[in-house]
């Protein structure tokens, strides 16, 4: 809750032009909640994102295309192992919906 | 996609660290503004 608070307050300060969230979530329904609350609003409705539409372009770390903007060696080093043990074309196919709909609205 | 933009991170401590995502958007070219750990215990 106190990271949707957060959130919600440096958006507020920087404006959404060229802010992007990416998150790391093993558990992609735990990460599609996430991209959910960042995005139409909290689910939930108990945090401070209930019902607040930030609209931001939402990223996993374990996309092939956020994969393919880093270098490989730090790649590797960060994100390798978790890389190895989720489906990440299952990942790249829900953020990319997620994005859509976020662009659609 | 990656280059120039502000990144909010919302690591996960059973997933990808928020420090490690930091560094392989940094390494990418945007910029940090926020970085979070999560765990559920």
């Known amino acids: 809750m106190e990271s949707q608070a957060q959130i919600k307050r440096l958006v507020d300060e920087h404006g959404k032009d060229d802010v992007i969230v990416v998150l790391g979530a093993s558990d992609i329904e735990g990460a599609e909640i996430a991209a959910e609350t960042l995005t139409v609003g909290d689910p939930s409705f108990a945090g401070p994102l209930a019902g607040v539409s930030l609209g931001l372009p939402i990223y996993h770390i374990l996309e092939p295309e956020v994969k393919a903007e880093v270098p490989a060696d730090v790649y590797d080093e960060s994100a390798g192992i978790v890389s190895m043990i989720v489906d990440t074309d299952e990942v790249s196919r829900k953020f990319k919906a997620i994005r859509e709909n976020v662009t659609s609205e | ?41």
Not at chain 2, 7 to 34: M, Q, T, W, Y
Request: proline share 5%; net charge positive.
């Open chain 2, 1 to 41: 996609m990656l280059k120039g933009k502000k990144a909010i991170i919302v690591g996960e401590r059973d997933g990808v660290p928020g420090p490690a995502i930091a560094r392989c958007i940094l390494a990418a070219g945007a910029e940090v503004l926020f970085i979070t750990t999560e765990c559920f215990v």
